[in-house]
DNA sequence: AATGAATGAGTATTCATTCAT
DNA sequence: TATGAATGAATACTCATTCAT
């Protein structure tokens, strides 16, 4: 018996899933090697098809990588922006939820890995490093400072200097996700993501709610 | 009577001045480019030898690396661990020291950018990684330990998950410095590093330091 | 219409007859210049072909050595071997075709280069050496010594050291092989190897054929 | 106390020494590494100089090369030559003489590996290669063949052609030498070389005393 | 669409030789 | 004499990209 009779053809059921293979093998290897380092081959030979084919659906290696960051950063950063706009409670809540979001949609994946490549490699693809810092440091920073200048203005954190405070608190965030990435899988004390985040917001909303008010 | 017409030697002979000049071209490079896009012919050009000299001081890339950090990068930590032993006071001001410390000694010079690098290649290149790992971020988080350790003992910061607030801490430290020598000179807003470290340690401390004592 | 011009192609696709083209350069060049200091380039040149394509067909240079032995070498001892299997007549007569056959197929051609090579680049080359010891020189050393046991075993040659003999009767062979690929060529006197095999198969066999019996 | 009263200072008491130094140190590692794999820095550090003196002594590496040949090879022709030209007893005797001569002179030292050296690689350096041809190979073979002219002229040896027959006899003692440094030290069976010569002159004359006389 | 053979620029490392001291 | 620092040409191997099939 014939079990294949409704099987559509290998190529054909495959046509629409080759970007998303590829990107997501490329994703991989970008993130455990770096751009440099990853050689397209691998990417293919992951992916299941061969170098050429590659050359089909982008045009190179730059192109690539590019996809990759609109296919699984880009999103993110999309979600935390709605997140913001459509959030009508109390700022700390707000700061929590973005946070988590963050984590929860890109830090647990292999996205996170992204910005790790990045920094290490802007100097030498000035142009990858162009298009990452508009397509998502830009958007990603201004999402947060929209947020902190919600906070500051409905009294719900202290005065504070938006830009500065905007970097901090996106920079433990972003360490997490480099360590994630890095000498992180062969430190000696494993670091629990969750542990961390929650430690940095206690802290940080510790230190940037209003003082107490005080009782006469 | 003066025969030399003012003729330059095809080389100079200087022994002992060559490695630290090797030394900080290959920093130099190294942060610009990362470990593995660097070459060791652009190292000697810049330190102003050929490339075979470079291996007369150096059996080779990753030795060099390591000489490197054993140069620029150790030396900090060493001074953290003193500043730290030797501190008496009340624990708010030493974690002001130790950041404000670590940020003018290592932070201010290049080898600030020597962590992007591991970070980045640690998969690349596990030799190094253990190497960064056992000579400086072992070191690096006991020494940030044992503040913490201090200040709880002593009543001076709140009762505290000493590991994972460690990681907390020195966060947004390594992030400026990793930020410096990569996105950082392409962004659009330049990121003042002093009003960044005073902002953390502002926010830090307000959510680290024991909330005031209530009047009866 | 035929719009070619006569264009040539950049290249040509000949995944089949590659290996052999490169198998034969490589054999030439190894026997001219020695393992060591033949270059690929000059392989792939010879081939027609360019460095690249070489690393297609074989891991590196060991690899491709041990091609070209496999390819050039072994076949001579595999027919040597089946020579003596499936001989039934006098020893002498088998001992002239063995080494007549042995030139024949090996000495005339670049094959018998190769261990010209071996011998002076063992030492630098230790896996090479075991291969070809294992490969070669084991199963061609047996194959005499099957030969010699034969012959006195039949009565047809002197009793003699076997082990001692087998040597002792490659060793002109192996040196009119080496002869010829090294200093041969510029020697005053050329040497006529078929008149030296001659000359040796006659003093050897005179040597070895046991004494006319005595006549009552 | 002071024991060195007579010692002179190491420099003085060295200085004539010194090539011969070298040329010791040269000869092990050419014989080891052949001519082109063999460091100058690395005879130098044997002999114990520094690599610049080496050129004090010897202008360039080639020079080195014909040095030790005429250091270590020669000495054993002009030997050799003197042995035939004095003697005055049967060519039977005269040839074991001869050979074993050779190999107490030259085989049992590090000189008898030079032969494989220049057989090697007197395709890549063709001066050496000439130089030995003429040095030794040409003075080498003509006493061979006047040894043998003068057993055949004196009825010990069966009429032979006395060019190819040189050759013959040369061969396996040419062989074993090149053995014994290359595949020897890795060979399965240890060759005896002793043996090796006594088997092979004990076939060579047998194969070359003339019939013993039929009595009538 | 898909393949994979072919290309060739790029780089760490070695070592004979020179020469200032 | 003696040293050893400095040089730079030389070579195996890699990989992004092209293109005939």
Redesign the pocket.
């Known amino acids: 018996m014939d079990c294949s009779f409704n099987m559509k053809p290998r190529?054909?059921r495959?046509?629409d899933a080759?970007p998303q293979e590829l990107l997501a093998a490329a994703l991989d290897l970008f993130v455990e090697r770096g751009f440099?380092?990853?050689?397209?081959?691998?990417?293919?030979k992951r992916a299941?098809?061969?170098?050429?084919?590659?050359?089909?659906?982008f045009?190179?290696?730059?192109?690539?990588f590019k996809a990759v960051v609109r296919n699984s950063v880009v999103p993110a950063i999309d979600a935390a922006e709605e997140d913001i706009a459509g959030f009508s409670g109390h700022s700390a809540e707000l700061l929590r939820r973005v946070v988590h979001g963050w984590w929860d949609r890109m830090g647990k994946t292999n996205a996170s890995g992204i910005i790790k490549l990045v920094m290490a490699e802007a100097g030498n693809f000035p142009d990858l490093a162009k298009f990452y810092q508009e397509e998502v440091i830009v958007r990603g920073t201004r999402a947060m400072a929209t947020m902190l200048d919600r906070a500051v203005a409905r009294g719900e954190f202290r005065p504070i200097d938006i830009n500065v405070m905007t970097q901090v608190l996106v920079a433990p965030v972003l360490m997490l996700m480099t360590w994630k990435h890095s000498v992180g899988p062969c430190a000696h004390d494993q670091l629990d993501p969750t542990a961390f985040i929650d430690a940095f917001l206690d802290m940080a909303l510790n230190g940037l709610l209003p003082p107490p008010a005080v009782q006469p």
Chains 1, 2, 3, 4 share one sequence.
Do not use: H
Not at 59 to 64: A, F, G, V, Y
């Open positions: 190529w054909e495959r046509k080759r440099a380092s990853t050689r397209l081959e691998d990417v293919a299941g098809v061969s170098k050429g084919t590659l050359y089909l659906y045009t190179n290696k730059e192109e690539l």
